[in-house]
């Protein structure tokens, strides 16, 4: 079975201070895909990133980064100096490989970032 | 403007009255799917579609129905909506599977009172 599972339900922080969000996921295929979605308050789901399961390389996009681990079954987000813009929900989601539109979410992680 | 358009954006109903939220993508995407989204259990899929007059149950498909009749629309048909309906709404494209991200439309708020 497809899972992915974010314990984090919700984290706060002071602006500038550094915070990951932790995704661990669950599969049996040897290929798969990962990605990373904001929702900002104003409710809309922005695609942040998406990784597939042989490219282990981390990734840097200006604040963010991300680490994927196939070892542990983890893609964690981090965000450096973290600013009130910051403030979402996020959404880790895994994709099987195979012909299908099914994208498996997590719970969500509320960040809320307080200057 | 590449985008994904539904509406209404916000309805409220009562129980049994039959309503259609519209999905509308101008990317020429092949896939297509509905999502729910309720507190605590993140989204869920409704239905998926690989094309056109190609549909396919998602996790939650129980009360609802859809339809692809082109490849631009993928409208959700509630027949009988009960209060447990109650959800934010997303539609949703992408160009293939798996590989490519979806893109969502921007969410319909429904109240089944």
């Known amino acids: 079975a497809q899972k992915v599972t974010q314990a984090q339900t919700e984290i706060s922080v002071v602006e500038k201070e550094d915070v990951t969000l932790d995704c661990v996921y669950e599969t049996r295929d040897t290929t798969y895909y990962l990605f990373w979605y904001k929702q900002p308050p104003s409710g809309e789901l922005v695609f942040l990133i998406r990784r597939n399961s042989f490219d282990e390389q981390n990734e840097i996009s200006g604040r963010y980064s991300w680490n994927f681990q196939k070892s542990t079954s983890s893609f964690n987000f981090t965000i450096t100096a973290s600013q009130v813009v910051d403030s979402a929900v996020y959404f880790c989601a895994l994709r099987r490989s195979y012909n299908t539109d099914k994208l498996i979410f997590g719970t969500g992680t509320r960040l809320q970032v307080f200057p | 403007e590449a985008q994904v358009t539904q509406n209404p954006r916000y309805l409220i109903t009562v129980t049994g009255k039959k309503l259609t939220v519209t999905c509308s993508q101008n990317?020429?995407?092949?896939?297509m799917s509905w999502y729910r989204q309720d507190p605590g259990l993140g989204l869920r899929q409704i239905y998926y579609?690989?094309?056109?007059?190609?549909?396919d149950k998602g996790d939650v498909p129980e009360g609802y129905k859809v339809s692809r009749k082109e490849k631009r629309n993928f409208p959700l048909i509630l027949e009988s909506p009960s209060p447990n309906q109650t959800s934010l709404y997303f539609c949703?494209?992408?160009?293939?599977?798996?590989?490519?991200?979806?893109?969502f439309g921007p969410g319909t708020r429904l109240t089944v009172t």
């Open positions: 579609s690989m094309n056109v007059e190609v549909t």
């Open positions: 990317m020429n995407h092949e896939y």
């Open positions: 949703a494209s992408s160009l293939f599977a798996s590989v490519y991200e979806q893109y």
